[in-house]
C-alpha cells in the first residue's frame, strides 16, 4: 500500500482545511488541525524509516499527470535512506515548531493564516525530498519558496517585512533562473526527468562537451554547475547569501523551521540527490566545496560583532550551511548530510529560544539591552546553553560528531582542496564557538541593561513554548549519536558505531580517506580545541573583563567596521546592480531612449491592445444588417480566397 | 425538357435575392421572408437535383426543410410579437440596445 | 415489393428516450403546479438517458444515417452534464426573473435532444434536423423573458441570423447532394477520392458553407456577431446553457463532417479554418476587454475559447480530436460555474451583471469570490486548473501536427486573455466593496457550483481519466 502518500498529504489536507474554513469555524483552533496532521505525518515517516532500515524502499509512479507523445510529466516518489533521514527531520522539527507556535502566536489576528502557510510549507518540503523526478523536485522547491516568503512578509503592515520578503523572492529568482535551465539541459539531454535514468546514464555523457556561449563544456559540469545555482540561492550562500539574515523580519517559529532546519538545507539536499552528477565533475565540486568554505569563515565572522540575536543565529545558519556545502564538496555526501541531521535540531532549537527570548523581553532584539536572563527564564536558558555547546562541537554532544566527521574527511579526502578547507573549518569552529557564547553571557549572564518596565515584564515562556525546546534539547544532545567514529567506537566499545554512514552508503557511496589513526585522533583533538579555545575566550570577554572587546573594537576600528557592516556585501549589490541598473533605467534608457522604447514596450502594448479593442469593439454596432452583412462578407472573403487561389 | 443548369441558376438567383433582402430591408418580417426565400431556392435546387439523380432522398430533405420553415416562422413570428408587445416595433434599426 | 424490416432501434434508444420523456415533461406542466417539480423530473429524465446511454451498443442504423459511437457517446455526456447543470443554475433564477414557466425545461430537453441528434448524425439529412431542432428550441429560450426588452432583441438577433446561417448550411448540403447523389457522410467522402474531385470548385464550394454554418454555431468570427448580444440579452442561465452545449454541438459535426465527409480535402479547411482560428482568437480576447457588462465579457470569452478548440480540429489528428473533447468537457464544467456565480448575484431588483458589481464580493462573500477566482483562473489556463490541461492538450496536439506558430499565437492571445479574467480576480479582492451585495444561495446552486469547482480542480490535477476516456472514445471514430 501507498501508505507513505500519507506524509505529505495530511499537511496538505490541514492547509486546506485551515484556508478554507479558518476563519469562519476553526479560528483559535487552527493549531489543532496543523499539529495533528504534522504530527502524523511523524508518525508515518517513523514507520517508513522502520521499512527502510529493513531495506525496503520505494521508487515508483503514482499518477501521470500529462502524457502527450515523448512528453511525460508523472507524480512519483523515491523513498530512499536519503528521503527518509530528510522526512524524520522535516517531521520532528515541524512537529515541535508548529506546537511551539501555538504559544508564540497566540492571539495573533492571523492565526489560521499562520498555521495554514505552516502546514503548507511542510507539505512542499515533503513533496520536495520525496520527489522521484527533477520537475516534482522543482514544483516543491518553487512551493517550498513561495511559502517562504509568504511568511516572511506574514507582517505585511512592516515595510522591513515586506521587503525582505521581496528581496528573498528576487534573490532567489537568480537561482532557480540556473535551477530551471539545469532541468531544461537534462531533459534535452537525457530525454527524461527521473532520477533513475538520469544517473544511470550520467556515465555515458559524462565526457561529452556542448558549446555554451562560445566555449565548450563538460555537459557533466555544465548540468552541474547550473544545478548548484539553484542551490547557492535556496541555502543562501556566497553570493547570493544576502537574503537569508533579513528574512528573520518573519515570525520566529518561521525562521526556526524554514530558515534554519529545513529549506534552506534544499540546497544540501539537491547536492547529495545529485551526487551522481557532481561527483563526475571535478571542477563543480571545487567549487562547491570552496564556496562552501568562504561562506562558512565569512558568515562566521561577521557573526562575531553583530548584537542582533536573530541576526547572530541566522549568520551561524548561512556559516553552517557553508559547512554542509563543504562536506559535499570533498565528496563527504554522507558527513554533509549527517551535519544537516545534527544542525537541523540544534538550530532549530537556538531559533526557538531566541523567540523565547524575545518573548519575554517583548519584541527586544539587541543583545546589548539584555542581561542577566538566566534566573527570570531557566529553561530558555539551560536549553540554549546546551544547543550552544552542540554547535560549538563539544564532545560528546550532536555537533561535535557531524563537524568532526566533516573536517576529518575534508582533510583526509581525496579532494585537491581538501586541506585548505579543512584548514579554514577549524578556524570557523573557533569563531562558532566563540560568538555562540558571546550571545549566551551577554543574554543570559550579568546584569540586566534594558528598562525597567522590560525587566518587570521578563517571564518564562508558556508550557507550550518551553515543552519543544526540553525535546529538541533531547536531539541536540542525541542525534548525534547515531554517527559515533568507528575511531571512538573502538574506544568505549561499540564495533561500526558510524552507523549512519552505513545507512546511507546505498544512495551516497563510502568517502575514501586516507589517513592513520593518529591523524585522525589529532585533528580530532584540534577541533575540540578549536571550540573549547572559543568559549573560553569568550567567557574571558564577556564574563570577565567586559573592557576587552570594547578596546579590542576601538584598536581594531577597521576591521570591526568591516565585519559590523556585513563586509558591505549590500552596499556592493546595491552599487554594483540594483543602483547601476536603476540609473540605466533611469538615465540611459529612459533619459537616450526617453519614453520612446521602453514606453512603447511597457505601456504602450498594453495601451495599443486596448486601443485597439475599443475600435474594434466599434464594429458590433448592434445593427442587425450589419452582423449579417460582415458574415456575408467573410463567407464572400474566403470563397474567393478558396477558389481563386 | 429544361436542363439541369437552368434550375441551379434559377435557384442561386433566388437565393442571392433572399441575401440581398436580408441585407437591405429593415423590417424583420420582410428580412424573415427572405430568409424564407434563401430556403426554397434550396429546395428547388434540391429537387431538380433529386429528379436528374433519380434518387430520392433530395425530395424527403425538401419535406424536412418545408416543415422546418414553418415551424420557423412560427417561432419567428412568436418572437416579433413579443418584441411588438414591448417596442411597438418591427424593424431591427430600433432593436440595438445591445452593442460594443 | 421489398417487405418492411424494421430497423435496429437500439443504437437510437438515447433518443427515444429523451423524446418520450421531453414530452412527458411537457404534460407535466399542465398536471403539476410546482415547477420546481419539472426541474427535478427534467433532472430525472437525463440521468435516465445516462443510463441508458451506457447499455447502448456502438452501431450504426437506418442505414448508417445514425451512428452511435464513442464519439458520439463523449459529446451526449456533456450535452446532458450541461442540462443538469443549467437546470440546477436556472431553478431559483426563473422565479426572481418572474419567468417560472414549465416549457422551459422541456425545451431544454427538446434542444438537447436536437444536440444528441446532431452527435450523432452519419447523414446531411439527420445533422440539419438535429440542428434545427436545438436552434428552434434555443431561440425561444433566448426570448424566455417576454417582457424585458434585451431578452427579445437577443432572441430576434439570434435567430434571424441563425435562420440566415442555416440557409447557407442548405445550400452547402444541396450542393454536395448534387455532386455525389448522397447525403451520406462516408459515402460522400468515398465519393470525392472514387471520382478525384478533391479540387472540384463544388467541393470547395460546398466546404466553405459548411464552414460558414459551423462557424456560426460554435460563434467563430466573423460569424461570431450574433453570440455577443444573444448571451448578453438572453436569461444568464440560458446563456450559460448555449455557450456550452451548441457550441459542444457545433464541434461535434465540425469533427465528424469535416474529418470524414472532407477527409480528402484537408488541407483546403484547414486553410479555411487557421484564420478563422486566428481571428476567433484575437477578436474574442481583445475585444473582452473594454468590455463593463459580465455576461458579454465571458460571451467574448467564449468566443475565444471556440478559437483555441478550433487549434484541435485544425491539427486534423484523432489526438486533436481528443483533446477538442476534453476540452469542451472542461469548458462546460469552468464555464458554467462561473455562469453559475453571475446568477448567485442576481436578487430581487439587483441585476449584479456589471464587473464593478463585483467589487470587494472577497470581503462581504468570501467563499462565493474563492470560487469565481478558481473558474476564472481556470478560463485563463493556470495549473492546476482544469483550463490548463485542457489548453495543454490542444496545444500539445497541434505542435505535433506541425502547427508550432499557430499555438505561438495562441499562447499570445492567451496571455491577453490572463488581463481580462484576472480583472476579475483584482476587483473582488483589492477593492473595497461600494454597496452591500447579497447573494440568492439555494441548495441547488450550490450543489452546481460544488460539481464545477470540484471538477475544475479534480481535473486540473488528475486529468488523465478525462483524457484517456476522450482517447478512447476517439479511437472507434
Known amino acids: ?645 | 425538357m429544361v436542363p439541369l443548369n437552368w434550375y441551379l441558376m434559377l435557384s442561386t438567383v433566388v437565393f442571392m435575392i433572399g441575401v440581398f433582402g436580408f441585407l437591405t430591408r429593415k423590417n424583420i418580417i420582410i428580412m424573415f421572408i427572405s430568409v424564407e426565400l434563401m430556403l426554397n431556392a434550396v429546395n428547388i435546387s434540391l429537387v431538380s437535383f433529386s429528379h436528374f439523380l433519380q434518387d430520392l432522398r433530395g425530395h424527403i430533405l425538401v419535406f424536412f426543410i418545408i416543415t422546418v420553415a414553418a415551424a420557423e416562422a412560427a417561432i419567428g413570428l412568436a418572437l416579433i410579437i413579443a418584441l411588438f408587445r414591448n417596442k411597438t416595433t418591427a424593424h431591427v434599426d430600433e432593436m440595438t440596445e445591445m452593442k460594443g | 415489393m421489398p417487405e418492411f424490416v424494421m430497423p435496429d432501434l437500439a443504437p437510437v434508444m438515447p433518443e427515444i428516450v429523451m423524446t418520450i420523456l421531453a414530452l412527458v415533461t411537457l404534460i407535466a406542466d399542465i398536471i403539476f403546479k410546482r415547477k420546481e417539480t419539472l426541474a427535478i423530473l427534467s433532472i430525472a429524465s437525463v440521468v435516465l438517458v445516462f443510463f441508458v446511454l451506457f447499455g447502448t451498443p456502438f452501431k450504426t442504423t437506418f442505414n448508417g444515417m445514425f451512428i452511435a459511437d464513442g464519439y458520439s457517446l463523449f459529446f451526449k455526456l456533456i450535452f446532458l452534464l450541461n442540462v443538469v447543470l443549467t437546470v440546477l443554475i436556472s431553478m431559483r433564477y426563473l422565479v426572481i426573473e418572474r419567468v417560472n414557466f414549465g416549457e422551459y425545461y422541456s425545451l431544454i430537453l427538446f434542444a438537447t435532444l436536437g444536440m444528441m441528434l446532431m452527435a450523432s448524425a452519419g447523414d446531411l439529412i439527420v445533422l440539419y434536423l438535429g440542428l434545427e431542432l436545438m436552434a428552434l428550441s434555443t431561440y425561444i429560450l433566448a426570448g424566455f423573458i417576454t417582457y424585458d426588452m434585451k431578452s427579445n432583441e437577443a432572441a430576434m438577433k439570434y435567430f434571424l441570423l441563425g435562420a440566415f446561417a442555416s440557409a447557407f448550411l442548405l445550400y452547402g448540403i444541396s450542393m454536395i447532394y448534387g455532386l455525389t447523389g448522397t447525403t451520406d457522410l462516408n459515402a460522400i467522402s468515398e465519393y470525392i477520392i472514387l471520382n478525384g474531385l478533391t479540387a472540384n470548385p463544388v467541393v470547395m464550394l460546398s466546404m466553405i458553407l459548411f464552414a460558414v454554418a459551423f462557424s456560426f454555431k460554435i460563434a467563430a468570427v466573423p460569424f461570431h456577431m450574433w453570440a455577443p448580444d444573444a448571451y448578453e440579452g438572453a436569461p444568464t442561465s440560458v446563456t450559460a446553457f448555449m455557450s456550452v452545449g451548441p457550441k459542444a454541438a457545433g464541434f461535434a459535426v465540425l469533427g465528424r463532417v469535416f474529418l470524414i465527409a472532407f477527409g480528402s480535402v484537408r488541407m483546403d479547411w484547414s486553410a479555411v479554418l487557421i484564420p478563422i482560428a486566428i481571428l476567433t482568437m484575437g477578436v474574442g480576447n481583445i475585444v473582452a476587454l473594454s468590455q463593463t457588462n459580465i455576461k458579454r465579457m465571458l460571451a467574448y470569452s467564449s468566443i475565444a475559447h471556440a478559437g483555441y478548440a478550433l487549434l484541435g480540429i485544425i491539427a486534423g489528428t484523432g489526438e486533436g480530436l481528443a483533446s477538442v473533447m476534453n476540452y469542451l468537457l472542461i469548458y462546460a464544467f469552468m464555464n458554467i460555474g462561473a455562469f453559475a456565480v453571475i446568477i448567485m448575484l442576481r436578487t430581487e431588483g439587483f441585476k449584479g451583471d456589471t464587473i464593478t458589481d463585483y467589487e470587494g464580493l472577497a470581503k462581504s462573500h468570501p467563499l462565493a469570490a474563492a470560487l469565481m477566482l478558481v473558474f476564472m483562473f481556470s478560463l485563463t489556463g493556470i495549473p492546476p486548473t482544469a483550463g490548463f490541461m485542457g489548453k495543454l492538450y490542444i496545444f500539445m496536439s497541434a505542435v505535433y501536427a506541425g502547427y508550432t506558430w499557430l499555438v505561438v499565437v495562441a499562447v499570445i492571445f492567451s496571455a491577453i486573455s490572463a488581463y481580462f479574467y484576472l480583472r476579475i480576480v483584482m476587483y473582488m479582492y483589492m477593492r473595497e466593496p461600494k454597496e452591500s451585495v447579497s447573494l440568492a444561495a439555494t441548495p441547488a446552486l450550490g450543489i452546481a457550483l460544488a460539481i464545477t469547482a470540484a471538477a475544475v480542480i479534480i481535473i486540473g490535477v488528475l486529468p488523465s481519466a478525462v483524457v484517456s476516456f476522450a482517447r478512447a472514445a476517439v479511437a472507434g471514430f
Open chain 1, 1 to 645: 500500500m501507498n501508505y507513505y502518500l500519507l506524509i505529505p498529504f495530511l499537511p496538505l489536507t490541514a492547509f486546506l482545511i485551515n484556508i478554507l474554513f479558518g476563519k469562519k469555524y476553526v479560528q483559535e483552533r487552527a493549531h489543532w488541525v496543523s499539529i495533528l496532521a504534522v504530527a502524523g505525518s511523524w508518525i508515518v515517516a517513523v514507520f517508513t524509516l522502520l521499512k527502510v532500515l529493513k531495506g525496503e524502499t520505494v521508487n515508483e509512479d503514482l499518477y501521470t499527470w500529462v502524457l502527450s507523445g515523448t512528453f511525460e510529466v508523472s507524480v512519483g516518489f523515491l523513498i530512499d535512506q536519503l528521503t527518509t533521514v530528510m522526512l524524520i527531520v522535516v517531521t520532528t522539527c515541524s512537529t515541535l515548531i508548529h506546537i511551539y507556535s501555538v504559544g508564540y502566536m497566540h492571539g495573533d489576528k492571523g492565526y489560521y493564516r499562520f498555521f495554514a502557510y505552516l502546514s503548507l510549507f511542510t507539505f512542499c518540503m515533503l513533496m520536495l525530498v520525496m520527489a522521484n523526478n527533477f520537475l516534482q523536485l522543482y514544483f516543491g522547491w518553487e512551493g517550498v519558496g513561495l511559502c517562504s516568503y509568504f511568511l516572511i512578509g506574514y507582517y505585511f503592515n512592516k515595510k522591513s517585512a515586506s521587503d525582505a520578503g521581496k528581496k528573498a523572492f528576487i534573490v532567489n529568482r537568480f537561482g532557480d533562473f540556473g535551477f530551471g535551465l539545469g532541468i531544461i539541459v537534462i531533459f534535452l539531454t537525457f530525454g527524461t526527468i527521473y532520477y533513475e535514468p538520469v544517473f544511470t546514464q550520467i556515465g555515458g555523457v559524462a565526457a561529452q562537451t556542448i558549446s555554451f556561449l562560445g566555449y565548450e563544456v563538460n555537459l557533466a559540469t555544465l548540468i552541474a554547475l547550473l544545478l548548484f545555482c539553484g542551490a547557492i540561492g535556496k541555502s543562501a550562500q556566497m553570493p547570493l547569501h544576502v537574503w537569508l539574515p533579513d528574512a528573520m523580519e518573519g515570525p520566529t517559529p518561521v525562521s526556526a523551521l524554514i530558515h534554519a532546519a529545513t529549506m534552506v538545507t534544499a540546497g544540501v539536499f539537491l547536492l547529495a540527490r545529485c551526487s551522481p552528477i557532481f561527483s563526475l565533475s571535478e571542477p563543480a565540486m571545487v567549487v562547491a566545496a570552496l564556496i562552501g568554505a568562504i561562506t562558512s569563515i565569512f558568515a562566521a565572522t561577521i557573526a562575531l560583532v553583530q548584537n542582533d540575536i536573530k541576526r547572530i543565529i541566522a549568520y551561524s545558519t548561512l556559516s553552517q550551511l557553508g559547512y554542509m556545502f563543504l562536506a559535499c564538496g570533498v565528496g563527504a555526501y554522507t558527513a554533509g548530510i549527517f551535519h544537516l541531521y545534527t544542525h537541523a535540531f540544534f538550530k532549530a532549537l537556538l531559533f526557538l529560544c531566541a523567540g523565547s527570548v524575545m518573548h519575554a523581553m517583548a519584541g527586544e532584539l539587541d543583545l546589548q539591552k539584555m542581561g542577566g536572563l538566566k534566573k527570570y527564564m531557566p529553561v530558555t536558558y539551560a536549553t540554549m546553553f546546551i544547543a550552544s555547546l552542540s554547535i560549538s562541537g563539544v564532545p560528546g554532544l550532536a555537533g561535535f560528531f557531524s563537524k568532526d566527521e566533516i573536517l576529518w574527511l575534508a582533510y583526509a579526502g581525496p579532494s585537491p582542496v581538501g586541506k585548505f578547507v579543512w584548514a579554514i573549518g577549524t578556524i570557523v569552529a573557533f569563531l562558532t564557538a566563540f560568538y555562540s557564547f558571546r550571545l549566551i553571557f551577554l543574554t543570559f549572564h550579568g546584569e540586566f541593561r534594558g528598562t525597567q518596565k522590560q525587566e518587570h515584564h521578563l517571564h518564562e515562556s508558556p508550557k507550550s513554548m518551553t515543552v519543544p525546546l526540553m525535546l529538541l534539547t533531547i536531539g541536540a544532545v542525541a542525534s548525534g549519536w547515531v554517527g559515533i567514529p568507528n575511531l571512538l567506537g573502538e574506544v568505549i566499545g561499540i564495533e561500526h558505531s558510524n552507523w549512519f554512514s552505513g545507512f546511507m552508503n546505498p544512495v551516497l557511496g563510502h568517502p575514501e580517506a586516507h589517513g592513520t589513526h593518529a591523524e585522525e585522533w589529532m585533528l580530532m583533538g584540534i577541533s575540540v580545541l578549536a571550540g573549547l579555545g572559543g568559549i573560553g575566550l569568550a567567557a574571558v570577554f564577556y564574563l570577565g573583563r567586559r573592557s576587552i572587546p570594547v578596546l579590542l573594537a576601538q584598536k581594531f576600528g577597521f576591521i570591526y567596521r568591516i565585519l559590523w557592516n556585513k563586509y558591505y556585501v549590500d552596499e556592493l549589490y546595491s552599487h554594483t546592480i540594483v543602483r547601476p541598473t536603476l540609473w540605466i533605467s533611469q538615465n540611459i534608457l529612459m533619459g537616450i531612449t526617453d519614453a520612446k522604447i521602453i514606453e512603447l514596450i511597457v505601456n504602450g502594448v498594453p495601451r495599443a491592445i486596448g486601443g485597439v479593442s475599443q475600435h474594434l469593439r466599434k464594429v458590433q454596432t448592434g445593427l442587425l444588417q450589419h452582423y449579417a452583412a460582415i458574415m456575408a462578407t467573410g463567407a464572400l472573403i474566403i470563397g474567393a480566397w478558396i477558389l481563386l487561389r
